[in-house]
């Protein structure tokens, strides 16, 4: 099945900079609703793919396809398919919603009536009905972001595009944003990237997760197999002399990183017992002051994957690994 | 079915094709700048000198007539000639009214994409920097029309009809050279608003620099040619280039020094390709810092 965007060895620059070095990646599948989690630190280079991706960038070297399209050769049929919430505040700001969304509706290639119909139906889907006649300059934040993602999906892509799509929004706002989201690869079968630096959305949206970091992949994982594995994250926070846990942890099929002198993070197979903790902490004359269980483990893979935990010795073989867990 | 009872849906129905994208943009401009009480005004006020000269045709094309009642000279007759010259007024007049018109709706048309950041929106979409830029051209080129091709062919079609196929087919020259000649000067006219409005946020002042720009070239070479002492100059001056391709296509005398009329093609040419370039340079979805 053809892959939603498929990268080969993409190059960038930007002026002298080289942003994207050399990325390689097939994600998602064409047609199956399948929502993509684009992650990494500040100046990664997540808006420069995504850019890219929407042909506002020429590579310098590589390619990038989405739908199995060229998007920089075939960037208007690209475009044609994709819809794009972007970042930043995007509107025409005397247009009341519905013109607004009539206008992007038509550039889309809806016919007149078409489009008005839609922008209307949009408009009610995203929670603006009420407040399609307004001009989109006074809306709320929240409500802009609404707006942006009516604009994206207003056409029915078969690829949407977000990026950060929950900023600025109250705990509701981005309930109902990420319910959205959803809603759109689970009933209406579109293809979501998501480029989010809020972990948890992305955990809660998405079904694979690539991570970025300097301009290269550093990870690259499918969240339902991370999910289907059933591990458990457990938080442990030791005094002693705790230079050899590692190797411990190793030895009874765990794997575990040091975030700082005496916390650890762990991850404990099904098999498990959690009382194996206890036991090897004992041995090891080390003295357990909190054991918490995490759910969240994309922060886990995230953290691991830019380099802010100090990987142990025995887990750097899985820096990068493709497709699998830490 | 209620739209709000229906649900989203996604759209599978046919596309429009690209001529009808290309007139997406123009078409809501034109909604939103005729929306404007100004704007109408203004289109009104431009007709009344279209209907002086349709006035000044039937007299002129009744002279003998009117002059043989009235007894004057048939001298003066010859002075109500429908010629080159009579079509070179009508247009320099014509022309303020379509500077006026490209001062007031011409900022409004990038500024406000530029101010809410909505080109990456457009860019996004089937819609490369070109189209982008055509639909805005078309935009003022739909309303200028309005106020010199249209009325320009209306008075020349109102002279055929009273003058008859004999002068048509003596003078066809002054319609192929009026509409060319409108042609050139609204795509300049239309090149300077449009980049006044992407580089300048505020319409008034936007406004004012479509205005400036053929005053502080008119300066520029006004200077030139009294410093060095040659018409050469006048080559950096847009507006009296077009002056000079309108006199010379329209057929009447150009001046016998400094440059012919193939190096003011040459330069209003010029004048377009680095209008141009100024405004591709600043119509992009990103902003790249290197």
Redo the contacts between chains.
Sequence with gaps: MTPVVSIDNLHVH????EILQGITCRLGASGVGKAIGLLGPNGAGKSTLI?TL????KPSAGSAQILGMDCHKE???V??A???M?E???????MTAV?FLR??G??????PA?AL??A???L??VGL?EARYRTV?TYSLGMKQMAKLA?A????PQLVILDEPTNGLDPAARQRMLVLIKEMKEQ???NVLLCSHLLRDVEEVCDEVVILKDGKIVHQADLEAERSTNRRFVQLEVTGDDRGFAAVLHEIGAEGVSESAGNWRIVLPKEIEIGALWRITSREHLRITKLAYRRDSLEEIFLKAVGHLRPAPLATTQEAPVHGGI | MAVFRRGYERYNGPLTGTAARLLVMPRFAWERILSHRFVVVLLMASMFWPLACIAFIYVSNHADTLLGATGVSSGFSKMLEINGKFFNVFMSVQVVFGMILAAVAGPGLIAPDLANNGLPLYFARPLSRWTYVLSRMIVLLGLLSLVTLIPGLLVFGMQVSMAGTTWLSNHWSIGGAMVFGFLLWMVIVSLVAITSSAYVKWRVVAGALVLAFFFVTAGAATIVNQVLRVQWGSLFNPGYAIGFVWSATLGLEPPEDGPGVYQYVLSLSVTIVILGAILMRKLRPVEVVS
């Design positions: 930007l002026g002298r900079r850019q929407l042909g506002f960038h960037s208007a049929k475009k044609a994709i819809g794009y972007p930043n505040d995007s509107f025409i700001a005397d013109s206008l992007m038509e550039i889309s290639g809806l016919p078409a119909e839609k209307h139906e949009t009610f889907h009905g300059g604009q999906i207003i056409h029915g209406h079968g579109m």
